[in-house]
Each structure stands twice: as structure tokens, then as C-alpha cells.
């Protein structure tokens, strides 16, 4: 907005169809290689070197990230409030993977600052996918993510809860 001179009204009357953009064109550069086993093995041959041998069968790390928007004005948005989020300020939800070697492998904004990383994360394409088809991964291979991911789906690795375990 600010880079190219557009005014906070028109990014907002705008911003569906950005992100819509956004994703079409982050779907076509940024890919996971889901159903290809070979592709898989190398992707979690990097993580498996990079991590001192361990998370062995790990393909992808995926985590939310909050992107910084200017509070949306009453014209501009029928509900501001949806994209303030927990740590006071205004943003929208990027839910994110990268492989070891910090290359975006799933990438997708669809959600208001305010949404929780387990919300925003089942209506990815990527976890349309993962629910979808049982073949998306081979049966070794897994993602990690923190607790927020916990009950996503069994193909997520993500830290037990609790103290002293």
C-alpha cells in the first residue's frame, strides 16, 4: 500500500482479490511434492543431515506467521476487529512450510490476523490435501509444527504437551 502509493481504502475494497492473486501465484511457484516418494526421500534426507540425524522421516516444518496490516477503516471492512490479533496489533494469518533448506514448499493466506494457526491451517489447500488423500505422503513421512497443529491430522509431529515428561 504505502510502496506503491495506494490508499488504505482501496487496498482493503481490493484485498480479497489480492490474496486471491497472492495465492494463485504462490500455488504456482511454491510446491510440495505431494504422491512423489522420491521427492520425499530427499526432502527428508536434508532434514535428517541438517537436524544431527534426527527427525528421520521429516519432509516439512509449517507454522503461522502474522503479517502486519494497518487497522482496517469502518468503510473498509465490515469487521476490523477479526484481524486484531492476540498480541495487539492488526494482521492477516500466513500459514507457511519450508524444507530443510529454508525454501517455502506450502504457502497460503486466507485468514484474518485474529484466526487461530489450527483454523488457518485446515482451510490450506494443503491440508485439504493431506484429508483428502491417503497417498499424499508415503506412510514414513511426516510434518512438524508446534501445538497448535497437534490435532490437525496424524501426519503432523508436533510437541507433547505438559511438564517433566
Known amino acids: 500500500m504505502d510502496m506503491h502509493g495506494v490508499a488504505k481504502s482501496t487496498m482493503f475494497q481490493y484485498k480479497d482479490d489480492t490474496i486471491r492473486a497472492l495465492n494463485n501465484v504462490l500455488g504456482a511457484t511454491i510446491s510440495f511434492p505431494w504422491g512423489d516418494e522420491d521427492a520425499c526421500v530427499k526432502l527428508a534426507d536434508g532434514f535428517y543431515a541438517a537436524n544431527g540425524q534426527s527427525l528421520h522421516g521429516c519432509v516439512l516444518a509449517i507454522d503461522g506467521l502474522l503479517v502486519k496490516i494497518a ?71 511426516y510434518f512438524v509444527g508446534d501445538d497448535a497443529y497437534k490435532s490437525q491430522h496424524d501426519k503432523i509431529l508436533c510437541p507433547w504437551p505438559g511438564r517433566r515428561l
Open 71 to 141: 487497522c482496517p477503516d469502518a468503510y473498509d471492512e465490515t469487521d476490523s476487529q477479526k484481524y486484531y490479533t492476540r498480541k495487539h496489533f492488526y494482521a492477516f494469518n500466513v500459514q507457511a512450510g519450508c524444507d530443510a533448506d529454508l525454501r517455502f514448499r506450502i504457502a497460503s493466506v486466507k485468514c484474518a490476523g485474529s484466526t487461530h494457526d489450527s483454523t488457518a491451517w485446515a482451510v490450506t489447500d494443503a491440508a485439504r490435501i493431506m484429508r483428502s488423500d491417503p497417498n499424499a505422503l508415503p506412510d514414513w513421512a
